[in-house]
């Protein structure tokens, strides 16, 4: 017996079969791609490239893109708006060729576009250095549809690929010993250049310079197949080479050599919360940028200035931003921070760090930190020595003004406040504060010229030690000379080197005060080979009284402690002899 399908089931597969007819996949998202993806190029030659939207049937109506390019081997060349399926910009194309960035934002017409491969923008882009890049999309790149146009739609986006190659040889072959890759940055400055040479070949003539596409004259410079040139600035350097034979001049061939003798750009060093605080957690955050061969990494390194006779050569430790200090002691510190770049320049930086009680938090060497201004310790002192003189006079007048009152008034107060101190809850509450009065801390009494990279540009003999550090020949003797500000040389300290050249210094020097000078020096011969000198201040916090040094911290604290006794004695006496003249009023009264 043959089997049928019920109707029911019949109409439920007819249904399905009709809704699938009527209602297409759903669209894939929108794409943005680079016009040509890869290719070759020769160094000194420009390009063309393009952004291509694909909107897979959707209908685009905006974009955002954010482009980035490698900014040490190609630039734009000439960047305008040509054709492009924008038509009203929101933020018109914007090009940095230090950032190596390209950002743009716009609309395009009501009701918008439906492309498969539209031409966006189109950039051309010179040649600069040899090498291989990337051209990618940034995160600020965006799609919005007519259907969702405050949503963005990309679906993928793909970067390009490129190998920029020096002209292949029309000459000579040409190599070097010093700088084999040219491709690769060199740290050295000086560098051999040779090429291959044909038994034929009379002369040859070159040029050298920083032009790709440098071409030399036909007149002989040598015979040689080698040269070599030193003290190159950094910078990316061509040997541009013809050789003659027979009378002939031959093509040019070309040699590229990149050399990076420059440390990473200045860079600033934020603490957080600040550079001067009570909190014993402390955030360093930093950041550098190196303009030739890139940035490779950070090292910090931490002197603590109120130890003395610490190890001079502690070493440098590889950190990241952002960094995390825990546990600090209370006192201060050099935080040294070195950027470090792909070939070994380096570029140090470094902020002194106060971690202070919090009795001390607006309290420093150098005064009192009201916020937008400074008060040093001298002008605190004077006006405090001031005030207790002004409030001593007060105090006498009125001790001799009231003088009968004053004796009778204070004669069985005197009796009581003794018997009192006899007690033992006052006796010992006495004790405490006697004793918590040691408590309170004062500030603590604490064969190439080198070069001097961390100086402080102020020095506080008694309270820290001196730290100092710079560079040198590796393992070599670097003398350190002082010169005060009369121009002699009243003292020398003797350093020596490490192996990677590195040299530093943390001693208690026990400068005098003043300006002072310091120079790093190497011996050669029977001279000397002097860095630049560092200028500092040598600050005292403290001045002599009789023959024992009293800082201006602690006399202002003993300032404000008779200032505050006075105070209150005034106070008191101001309401005692009210007191008393009442009562004797009363008593006339009566």
């Given at each position: 017996?043959?089997?049928?399908f019920?109707?029911?089931?019949?109409?439920l597969?007819?249904?399905?079969?009709?809704?699938?007819?009527?209602?297409?996949?759903?669209a894939?998202?929108?794409?943005?791609?680079?016009?040509?993806?890869?290719?070759?190029?020769?160094?000194?030659?420009?390009?063309d490239?393009?952004i291509?939207?694909?909107?897979?049937?959707?209908?685009v109506?905006?974009l955002?893109?954010?482009?980035f390019?490698?900014?040490?081997?190609?630039?734009?060349?000439?960047?305008?708006i040509g054709?492009?399926?924008?038509?009203d910009?929101?933020?018109?194309?914007?090009?940095?060729?230090?950032?190596?960035?390209?950002?743009?934002?716009?609309?395009?017409?009501?009701?918008?576009?439906?492309?498969?491969?539209?031409?966006?923008?189109?950039?051309?882009?010179?040649?600069i250095a040899?090498?291989s890049?990337?051209i990618?999309?940034?995160?600020?790149?965006?799609?919005?549809?007519?259907?969702?146009?405050?949503?963005?739609a990309l679906g993928q986006?793909a970067?390009?690929?490129?190998?920029?190659n020096v002209?292949?040889?029309?000459?000579?072959?040409?190599f070097?010993?010093?700088?084999?890759?040219p491709?690769?940055?060199?740290?050295?400055s000086t560098i051999?250049?040779?090429?291959?040479?044909?038994?034929?070949v009379?002369?040859?003539?070159?040029s050298?310079?920083?032009?790709?596409?440098?071409?030399?004259?036909?007149v002989?410079d040598t015979?040689?197949?080698?040269?070599?040139?030193?003290?190159?600035?950094?910078?990316?350097?061509?040997?541009?080479?013809?050789?003659?034979?027979?009378?002939?001049?031959?093509?040019?061939?070309?040699?590229?050599?990149?050399?990076?003798?420059?440390?990473?750009?200045s860079?600033?060093?934020?603490?957080?919360?600040?550079?001067?605080?009570?909190?014993?957690?402390?955030?360093?955050?930093?950041?550098?940028?190196?303009?030739?061969?890139?940035?490779?990494?950070?090292?910090?390194k931490?002197?603590?200035?109120?130890?003395?006779d610490?190890?001079?050569?502690?070493?440098?430790?590889e950190?990241f931003?952002?960094y995390a200090?825990?546990?600090?002691?209370?006192?201060?510190?050099?935080i040294?921070?070195k950027?470090?770049d792909?070939?070994?320049?380096?570029?140090e930086?470094?902020?002194?760090?106060?971690?202070?009680?919090?009795?001390?938090?607006?309290v420093?060497?150098?005064?009192?930190?009201?916020?937008?201004?400074?008060?040093?310790?001298?002008?605190v002192?004077?006006?405090l020595?001031?005030?207790?003189l002004?409030?001593?006079?007060?105090?006498?007048?009125?001790?001799?003004?009231?003088?009968?009152?004053i004796y009778?008034?204070?004669?069985?107060?005197?009796k009581?406040?003794?018997?009192?101190?006899?007690?033992p809850p006052?006796?010992?509450?006495?004790?405490?504060?006697?004793?918590?009065g040691?408590?309170?801390p004062?500030?603590?009494?604490a064969?190439?010229?080198?070069?001097?990279?961390?100086a402080?540009?102020?020095?506080?003999?008694e309270?820290?030690?001196?730290y100092?550090?710079?560079?040198?020949?590796a393992?070599?003797?670097?003398?350190?000379?002082?010169i005060n500000?009369n121009g002699?040389?009243?003292?020398?300290?003797?350093?020596?080197?490490?192996?990677?050249?590195?040299?530093?210094?943390?001693?208690?020097?026990?400068?005098?005060?003043?300006?002072?000078?310091?120079?790093a020096?190497v011996?050669?011969?029977n001279s000397?080979l002097?860095s630049?000198?560092?200028?500092?201040?040598?600050?005292?916090?403290?001045?002599?009284?009789?023959v024992?040094?009293?800082?201006?911290?602690?006399?202002s604290?003993?300032?404000?402690a008779?200032?505050?006794l006075?105070?209150?004695?005034?106070?008191y006496?101001?309401?005692?002899?009210?007191?008393?003249?009442?009562?004797?009023?009363?008593?006339?009264?009566?």
């Open positions: 017996m043959k089997k049928t019920p109707l029911s089931l019949s109409l597969f007819a249904v399905l079969f009709l809704f699938l007819s009527i209602n297409p996949a759903r894939a998202s929108p794409t943005l791609l680079l016009s040509p993806p890869s290719g070759s190029f020769i160094v000194g030659s420009t390009f490239l393009s291509l939207l694909d909107t897979k049937e959707q209908v109506s905006g955002e893109v954010e482009l390019f490698p900014q040490d081997k190609i630039q734009l060349s000439g960047p305008s054709q492009s399926l924008i038509q910009w929101i933020v018109p194309p914007s090009f940095s060729n230090r950032e190596g960035r390209i950002y743009f934002s716009g609309n395009m017409p009501s009701p918008g576009t439906t492309v498969s491969k539209g031409v966006v923008l189109t950039f051309t882009f010179r040649i040899p090498g890049g990337e990618r999309f940034g995160q600020n790149t965006r799609v919005f549809t007519s259907q969702s146009p405050s949503t963005d986006t970067p390009a690929f490129f190998n920029f002209a292949a040889p029309l000459g000579p072959q040409i070097s010993s010093t700088h084999p890759d491709n690769e940055w060199n740290r050295d051999i250049l040779s090429w291959d040479r044909n038994p034929l009379e002369d040859f003539s070159y050298f310079d920083q032009d790709s596409s440098g071409f030399p004259d036909a002989s015979k040689a197949n080698s040269v070599s040139f030193s003290d190159l600035e950094s910078g990316i350097w061509y040997l541009h080479l013809r050789q003659k034979a027979q009378g002939v001049w031959s093509g040019v061939s070309h040699f590229a050599a990149k050399i990076d003798v420059s440390p990473p750009e860079f600033d060093i934020e603490v957080v919360p600040d550079a001067r605080t009570s909190q014993k957690d402390i955030i360093l955050q930093f950041a550098a940028f190196d303009k030739l061969s890139g940035l490779d990494h950070f090292e910090l931490i002197v603590n200035l109120t130890q003395d610490q190890d001079e050569g502690s070493l440098f430790f950190a931003s952002p200090l825990s546990n600090l002691d209370v006192g201060r510190y050099h040294i921070i950027a470090v792909k070939v070994g320049n380096f570029r930086e470094f902020v002194t760090l106060s971690i202070v009680r919090p009795i001390y938090r607006f420093g060497p150098d005064g009192v930190d009201l916020g937008r201004f400074l008060v040093p310790w001298k002008w002192a004077a006006f020595g001031s005030l207790a002004l409030i001593g006079a007060i105090s006498l007048g009125l001790m001799r003004l009231h003088r009968g009152r009778y008034a204070l004669r069985d107060d005197w009581k406040l003794i018997n009192s101190f006899r007690k006052t006796a010992v509450f006495l004790a405490i504060a006697l004793f918590s040691f408590l309170l004062g500030i603590v009494n064969a190439s010229p080198p070069s001097i990279s961390i402080p540009p102020v020095y506080y003999p309270e820290e030690i001196f100092l550090s710079g560079t040198a020949e393992d070599s003797a670097v003398s350190l000379v002082f500000e002699e040389e009243t003292l020398s300290v003797e350093v020596k080197s490490d192996k990677a050249g590195e040299w530093s210094i943390a001693k208690d020097l026990g400068l005098p005060p003043g300006k002072w000078q310091v120079k020096g011996a050669q011969g000397y002097w630049d000198p560092k200028t500092f201040n040598a600050v005292l916090t403290s001045s002599l009284l009789g024992m040094g009293v800082s201006y911290a602690q006399a604290i003993f300032l404000s008779i200032i505050l006075s105070l209150l004695f005034l106070t006496f101001f309401f005692r002899v009210r007191g008393k003249v009442k009562n004797n009023i009363s008593n006339l009264q009566n």
